[in-house]
C-alpha cells in the first residue's frame, strides 16, 4: 500500500483543485468546473459571490461576465443538487438521476405539493418558459421566508426531480424551464441504475480531490457513507495511507502517477471554494479552522462577515474579510494564521497579502487598497507593500 506524508497530500489535493502549475487555465471557467465537478452557489456577495470566486482563484482576473456567459450559456452546465445547490458540468446530467429517483419514490422534499399545481407550472413553463418563480406566481404564502407559495413548492419540486431545470440566474433569482428543452435527448435519455451513478461521482470527486478519506468522498457530492463504501473499489481508486491521518484514505491513482510541480497559487478563496468548503477536511489537510461568520451576530464574530482564506505558498496563511468604498478595496480585518508570523516567514506573508489585494482589487475594479485591522497585533506593518494604506496612516 502507498503510504504519503501529509505535506505530500496536501500537494495532491492543491494539484487536484487546480492550485498548482497552470491547471486548466487554457480550459477556462468550463476547465475549471469540469475538473471541480461541482461549483458551490451561495447567496452572499461582497467582492463577487463564490461561484464567480471559485475560476477567479485558479485563472485570475476573468471578466465577470464571461465567468456567467460560461456557466449559463444553456448548453455547458446546469445546476442542482451537489455538495448543496451547485452549477454541474452539462455531462453529469445522467448521473444524478439516483437522488432525482430516490425524491420521486419518497413523493415530496421540504413540503407537500399542492394538487394540480404541477400541472399548471408545466403548461406555464411550455408555454412561456424560460420564467422565474415570481413570473410563476410568487415565491412566498406571506409571513417567514420559508413560507412558500404553493407555485414555488411546485417548481422546486419539478427541478428535484428532473422534470425542470435552473437555466440560468438573473437577480439571482432561478430562471426555469422544462429539462426536455433545456437538456439534450441524449443526456435525458440515459437513466443509468443507482451503482452506475455512484461509481461515477465517487471516481470523481477522487480526482478533485486527489486523495480523500471516506468522509471526504461523501462530503464531495453529499453522499453516504455506504454509499461511498459500496462504490470505491469500482471507482479505481486506490487505498492509501497518509501519516498523520487518523482514517485510511483513497486516491487517485492519476494523481499517483507523477510529482506535484509547478508553481503555487497565491489568492483569496470563497469559504465555499471546495478546496475548503469541508470544514474537516481544511483542518486535517491544511490545519485551517474555519467558520462562516455572516451569520453570527456582529459583536461576536472573531475574524469577520465574510473572511476569506488567504492560500499562499500551497498553505492556508490567513484570512482577510473584505469589502469595497468606491474604488477602495479594504481589509477590514487581516488574520494571519501562527505559523505565518514567525520571523522567517513574516515578510513572505505580508508579500503574499499584498498580492492577493492587488489581484483581488484589479479584478473588482478598485485602484486603492486600505487595511483596517491586522491580527496579530504585533505583526511588523513596516513590511506590508507601501500600495497600500493602513488605516489611520
Known sequence: MVELTGDEARRLQLRAQGFVGAGDRRGGVRGVLERLGAVQLDTISVLARSHELVPYARLGATGRAAVEQAY???????EYWAHAASILPMGDWPYFEFR???YRARGWRWHKVAEGVCDEVRARL?????????ELGGAKAGGDWWQWSDHKIAIEWLLDTGEAVCVERT???????LAERAIPAALRDREPDDQECLTYLVRHAGRALGVAT???LADYYRLKGVQVDAVVEAAGLVPVTVRGWKHPAWADPGALAAPVRGRHATTLLSPFDSLVWDRARASRVFGFDHRLEAYVPKAKR????FAMPLLAGGRIIGRVDPAREGGTLVARQVTFEPHAVTPARREASAAALAEALRRA??????????????DPPEFPRDLLDGSIRLAGG
Request: aromatic share 12%; net charge positive; with cysteine.
Open 72 to 78: 449559463w450559456d444553456g448548453a455547458g452546465s446546469f
Open 100 to 102: 432525482r429517483r430516490a
Open 126 to 134: 411550455k408555454a412561456d418558459g424560460p420564467l422565474t418563480t415570481k
Open 171 to 177: 437577480g439571482w433569482r432561478r430562471v426555469y424551464d
Open 214 to 216: 471516506r468522509a471526504d
Open 302 to 305: 472573531v475574524h469577520g462577515y
Open 361 to 374: 482589487a484589479g479584478w473588482v475594479g478598485c485602484d486603492a487598497i486600505r487595511v483596517e485591522r491586522i
